[in-house]
């Protein structure tokens, strides 16, 4: 993404300003201790993973540094904040202006009016659905399937930031979980076994259980 953010700069000619928090997501995650609303919480380290309720990744490091710097450039400059979301999206349109929305541009529409101008984010789009952040815990199981098979070294670095922490990775799997998960899909498949139905899951759920064991 760093690298189609330099080819969009150099295509449009004009200077993009890249916003950065000044702690970064690691840190947060691991080893920043917030007051803590639960006091069952209050020893934890880190924000942990994020959570379909508890987006505070989106918040601390996007947001959050988005407001601080508008509301600087607002003493000085009046603003118009244009957002990128496609015409597709209609329940995230708020009260900001969304040129994509009132040009009528879906999602499809934006990747193809990209690619044609010579943006393919060095093929992400490929492999991936939506291209987004790597470590999110709310992408679906096909999209982790991807990152393990095709960025192995992220997929290592998932396994390694979840034995560090204290949430569960999803509501119902760690990221071992689903590395065992998954090598069991691979095994079956490479058998010609199918990894849906009934029979897939009764011995998912039996292989899960030894493992555990």
Known sequence: ?????????????????????????????????????N????????????G???????ATLKTR????????????HELIQYIGIAADEPKRVREMRYPLVE??????????????HGFDWDGLYDIFHRVS????PLQSYDELRKLRKHFPEKWEQLR?????????????????????????EDARQAQGLPIKGKAFFDALKEHMKESET
């Open 1 to 37: 993404m760093y690298h189609h953010i330099d080819k969009l700069e150099q295509y449009i000619g004009r200077p993009i300003t890249r916003l950065k928090a000044e702690q970064s997501f690691e840190y947060l995650f691991l080893e920043y201790m917030p007051k803590r609303r």
């Open 52 to 58: 379909p309720r508890n987006r505070w990744c989106t």
């Open 133 to 136: 952040c790597w470590c999110c």
């Open 103 to 116: 040009w009528g541009m879906t999602e499809a529409d934006c990747l193809a009016y990209c690619r044609e």
């Open 65 to 76: 540094v988005i407001d601080r710097y508008l509301k600087d450039l607002a003493k000085d």
């Open 39 to 50: 006091p069952e919480l209050a020893d934890r380290k880190g924000f942990s993973w994020a």
């Open 160 to 184: 390694a930031w979840d034995k560090q922490t204290w949430r569960t990775f999803l509501k119902h799997y760690s990221v071992e979980q689903l590395e065992r998960r998954f090598a069991f």
